[in-house]
């Protein structure tokens, strides 16, 4: 290795080359307009629930607001992979620069991690709604809300801050490709030519804590929910009850079971292959997913968008 060469991997000065979906696709280019179009559905159908919350009287509750925000992070979380993976292939460019990696790694650690805590969030506010209605108001007040979903935010940068500086800082002098179509951490440590065993212990515990915490608060809400609906009287209150969780559940089961597999399941089970269909699907499927899931099967934001539609054909 020439002093350029380890001055570079050393100094952080590295471009690395993001090998990306399309190396292994037969036709990238049906699948770069396939992604586009699912990126345009994406930022058009979480921004059109943005603006449906925000604007309609009816939506101005905790719910509906802790919805906007899980539709504010898909957009931002699909902004930080895809415009980038869909330019590198439309100018037959592949590469990132190491501050470009870092910046996007920590972008999205930050928002996966702040959306583990705002579904968390969210399953706490069903149960709350549905175990004690006559508090909802007070124990789900406006500024309890905007305090949980600040907490979220905070959170998720925490993770953030925490894995992206020593992620970047290890030495990279094995090859510079990334088996990845973004910045991701477990792809990035296979490049390390240094020993990162105790890194990847430390990052494990880090996700373990990430996941656990909201997976114990979301079991145990919607443990007390299903013994609640189990005990209703009305079958008509029971069906809304169900309909409303199981919308959420829907989307914490697809995003945790991606996240498990990515960060909690032993190397071995893992290739690079299967790495980026998992990571494409919770980063760039999701996010298309979560409108349609508390869209099609949510009567008030149907009914509001409806009423958006007829105002805007008057």
Do not use: K, N, W
């Given at each position: 290795m020439d002093n350029s060469t380890w001055v570079a991997n050393h100094t952080g000065q590295l471009d690395f080359i993001l090998m990306g979906l399309f190396s292994q696709s037969k036709h990238p280019a049906l699948l770069c307009v396939v992604i586009f179009v699912i990126f345009l559905m994406a930022l058009s159908g979480n921004s059109i629930l943005i603006l449906l919350i925000h604007s309609n009287a009816h939506l101005q509750t905790p719910?509906?607001?802790?919805?906007?925000?899980?539709?504010?992070?898909d957009v931002m979380y699909i902004s930080v992979t895809v415009p980038k993976m869909l330019m590198d292939q439309v100018m037959g460019v592949n590469e990132?620069?190491?501050?470009?990696?870092?910046?996007?790694?920590?972008l999205y650690l930050t928002l996966?991690?702040?959306?583990?805590?705002?579904?968390?969030?969210?399953?706490y506010?069903?149960?709350v709604a549905i175990c004690h209605p006559l508090r909802y108001s007070i124990l789900m007040s406006h500024r309890v809300c905007h305090l949980l979903v600040s907490g979220c935010w905070f959170l998720g940068s925490v993770d953030g801050f925490m894995l992206t500086p020593v992620t970047m800082t290890f030495p990279f002098c094995k090859t510079r490709e990334i088996h990845h179509?973004?910045?991701?951490v477990p792809a990035l440590m296979k490049l390390?030519?240094?020993?990162?065993?105790?890194y990847e212990t430390l990052m494990y515990l880090c996700c373990v804590l990430m996941l656990l915490i909201p997976v114990t608060v979301i079991s145990s809400s919607y443990s007390f929910i299903l013994l609640t609906i189990h005990r209703m009287n009305s079958a008509e209150g029971r069906k809304k009850a169900f309909t409303t969780c199981s919308s959420h559940m829907t989307v914490v089961i697809l995003f945790f079971g991606a996240a498990i597999y990515t960060?909690?399941?032993?190397?071995?089970?893992?290739?690079?292959e299967k790495n980026m269909i998992v990571?494409?699907?919770?980063?760039?499927?999701?996010p298309v997913l979560n409108p349609l899931i508390y869209s099609l099967r949510n009567k008030d934001v149907t009914g509001a968008l409806k009423k958006m539609l007829n105002m805007g054909s008057v």
């Open positions: 719910m509906y607001f802790f919805i906007s925000q899980l539709s504010l992070m990132i620069s190491a501050s470009e990696c870092g910046m996007q790694m920590f996966v991690g702040s959306e583990f805590f705002l579904l968390a969030a969210m399953a506010d069903r149960y179509f973004f910045c991701e390390s030519c240094s020993d990162t065993s105790l960060y909690m399941l032993p190397s071995s089970y893992h290739t690079p990571s494409a699907f919770y980063t760039i499927l999701t």
